[in-house]
């Protein structure tokens, strides 16, 4: 089995963690799915209201400074590790990737997880990835393999460049995903053409806008998680819906 996978990414507090995680519970409902949290100052947890004790990158550190000491297969070694951090919840399954590299060379390290790391995400149907706000992963390559790529801006200038310059850099390293772009925070019409277009002119698959919703502020204020926020069936979440559908039009498109 191959999973479809969509790592959503964008400008910093563009509303890259609220979308993966609304993403990831519509779309646990179509099959088993992984959600990735790549974002070293992690929150997805957070978003479903979970906490996670031990992280991807707690299992690097243990292997990087104790390699010669691993008896046996390194890689089954590496893999039943991965499955002791995953945290099964009730409808998918989620790994935190956790704290960046500490000193010294990690090629071998990263060889390995990465290798592991593409076996294991076979088990799903989906897998989600929120990544951090920049383009370290896309330069360290660490998320090989991605097959849909969304990108979420606000209608800012700067969260429009960042979606520019992402593209970009995937035709430099070569990374073949098709890329989407989600307007996030769009408070007027006006806004939401400005990115419709900007998406036409850039080769992003427009997949729709999300107002500016003071639902979402408030859960976010009082604790609540993305849960809770569906259950209120705001402007968010029903506006969601319809992103939803095209990203599932998009894939079967893509995939057909
Ligand atoms: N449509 C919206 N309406 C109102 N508030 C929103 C909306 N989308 C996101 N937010 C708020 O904006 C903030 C940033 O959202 P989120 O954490 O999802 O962004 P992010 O891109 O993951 O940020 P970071 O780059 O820090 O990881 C949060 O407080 C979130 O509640
Ligand atoms: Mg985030």
Known sequence: MIAILIAVTGKGGTGKTLVSAMLVLHLCKKGSLLAVDADPDSNLPEA????????????????????????????????????????????FDLLVMGR??????????????RAILKKFMRHYDFVVVDC??????????????????????????KGLRTAER??????????????????NKVIDKRSENLIR????????????????????????????????????????VREFEKIVKN???WVVLCQS
């Open 48 to 91: 479903f209201g979970v906490e996670v004790e031990r992280t991807l990158g707690d299992i690097r550190e243990i292997f990087q400074s104790s390699r010669d000491e691993i008896k046996g297969d390194k890689e089954i070694w590496f893999e039943a590790k991965i499955f002791e951090v995953v945290k099964e919840l009730d409808n």
């Open 100 to 113: 960046p590299e500490g000193e010294g060379c990690y090629c071998y390290t990263n060889n390995i997880l």
């Open 132 to 157: 951090e706000a920049g383009l370290e992963h896309f330069s360290r390559k660490t998320i090989a393999g991605v097959n849909y790529l969304i990108v979420v801006s606000d209608t800012s200038r």
């Open 166 to 183: 992402i593209s970009e850099l995937m035709e430099e390293l070569n990374i073949n995903a098709r890329k989407g772009l989600i307007g």
């Open 197 to 236: 277009e900007f998406a036409e002119n850039s080769g992003f698959k427009f997949l729709g806008s999300l107002p500016y919703d003071e639902k979402v502020v408030e859960c976010e204020m009082m604790g609540k998680s993305v849960v809770d926020l569906m259950k209120t069936n705001c402007s968010f």
């Open 247 to 249: 990203l599932e039009s």
